[in-house]
């Protein structure tokens, strides 16, 4: 059973190129979310997904997209990267209800240089 | 003011020492309460659940206080393999949804020597 799978795991980007990460489950969760975390931060929510066809801004969700193509999926998407955007990117997801346990990908490593 | 404070630490202790860590919460609407493992490099999973009655997990104990809005984890009896960071972290439902936001501490760095 894979549960979260992230590609790629490790990134480098010039300031201005693009890219997608991608997220998938397979676990039949209705929730996703993609976090970024930095040194001294914590995990911060760039976007999330209660279900497949709606998505909504997390905490610092400037400079990301994201897309989630269906149940299984979700995406971000990097339009034009910044140094900024150097970061430890996690997906995660849930099923839906309040106490239920959010299950992490590997984590895409991504170096904006 | 973030939504969930802790301690990073680090703190250091040896083998079979005692240690606990604190968070505290800052949205009274809070739902979830959940103590998580990081591993350096890897990604967070799910330590325990954190029940108003307080609950233990072996070694571990978790106690929620929702007045004062505090959350501790308890490790008893360390050992090496708890060298970790522990993540704090918080389950506000959006109104009116079933989906709850999850919002994380920092982390306490813990390193456990022999």
């Known amino acids: 059973n894979a549960g979260v799978t992230q590609t790629p795991k490790f990134q480098v980007l010039k300031t201005g190129q693009s890219m997608t990460l991608q997220c998938a489950q397979d676990?039949?969760?209705?929730?996703m979310y993609w976090y970024r975390q930095d040194p001294g931060m914590g995990l911060r929510l760039i976007y999330y997904?209660?279900?497949?066809?709606?998505?909504d801004k997390g905490e610092v969700p400037n400079g990301y997209n994201v897309s989630r193509l269906n149940k299984r999926e979700f995406s971000l998407r990097l339009e034009s990267a910044a140094p900024s955007q150097t970061s430890v990117y996690f997906c995660a997801s849930t099923r839906q209800g309040a106490g239920t346990e959010a299950f992490f990908g590997q984590g895409t490593r991504l170096t904006v240089v | 003011r973030k939504e969930v404070e802790q301690d990073p630490g680090p703190f250091n202790v040896p083998e079979g020492a005692t240690v606990a860590f604190n968070c505290t919460y800052s949205?009274?609407?809070?739902?979830?309460f959940f103590w998580y493992r990081q591993d350096c490099r890897k990604e967070p999973k799910l330590l325990m659940s954190?029940?108003?009655s307080g609950n233990e997990d072996g070694r571990f104990t978790a106690q929620l206080n929702r007045a004062s809005q505090y959350i501790s984890l308890l490790i008893r009896d360390s050992k090496l393999s708890d060298s970790a960071t522990y993540l704090c972290v918080v389950r506000v439902l959006d109104r009116g949804s079933t989906l709850g936001r999850l919002y994380f501490g920092r982390g306490t760095q813990l390193t456990v020597w022999p």
């Open positions: 954190v029940y108003s």
């Open positions: 676990m039949n969760h209705n929730s």
């Open positions: 949205n009274s609407a809070s739902q979830s």
């Open positions: 997904s209660a279900s497949e066809g709606t998505t």
